[in-house]
């Protein structure tokens, strides 16, 4: 079974934002705006993706 790749990029500043989005930000590895970071597509990395959906791009 092939895992499939979602590449994330983190494209708003992270001033301002509650400290729990922050840290969901920081635990899938984007560290500052326009990094990128590639990860497996599963549902607890969707979930994060969905708290967050508002300060990043799938690419």
Do not use: A, F, W
């Not at 899938?28 to 508002?54: A, F, Q």
């Amino acid at each position: 079974m092939q895992n499939k790749i979602i590449k994330i990029k983190l494209s708003r500043s992270l001033i301002g934002v509650r400290k729990n989005h922050r840290d969901i930000v920081c635990g899938l590895g984007l560290k500052r705006i326009n990094s990128v970071s590639e990860l497996i597509d599963n549902p607890s990395t969707r979930g994060m993706l969905n708290k967050i959906s508002y300060l990043i791009k799938i690419q």
